[in-house]
């Protein structure tokens, strides 16, 4: 049983590693199409994370609901724009919520021992 839940943890981090990689493509490019990797990577992590009974999955759980919401914002935002176009009130929220992504997913690094 011990095995299969760091089998769990150690699929869980790396699409932690792959979201934080795709986040930092997107903070440097500005590449759009790098929300579809972002939403992979989430979709995957939720797979192994959510309603989970172990410790350690419950422990990063507020941080995961974190990225997870702000993931669904950053959707719904998208969708709100005309023709594709980020004004400045859309860039400020994507910005915002990214951030919050970010800052989650680094409090989950830390809790891992992986930081």
């Given at each position: 049983?011990?095995?299969?839940?760091?089998?769990?943890?150690?699929?869980?981090?790396?699409?932690?590693?792959r979201l934080n990689g795709a986040m930092a493509?997107?903070?440097k490019h500005g590449n759009l199409e790098l929300f579809t990797e972002m939403?992979?990577?989430?979709?995957?992590?939720?797979?192994?994370?959510?309603?989970?009974?172990d410790e350690v999955f419950k422990a990063i759980d507020p941080d995961c609901e974190v990225i997870y919401r702000n993931f669904d914002m950053i959707i719904a935002v998208l969708r709100t724009t005309e023709d594709g176009s980020i004004d400045r009130g859309a860039q400020t929220a994507l910005n915002k919520l990214l951030h919050n992504i970010d800052e989650a997913a680094v409090n989950i690094a830390s809790l891992l021992g992986m930081i």
């Open positions: 049983m011990e095995q299969q839940a760091n089998g769990a943890h150690l699929a869980f981090m790396e699409q932690l590693v493509e997107l903070f939403n992979k990577a989430i979709k995957e992590m939720y797979a192994v994370q959510h309603g989970a009974e």
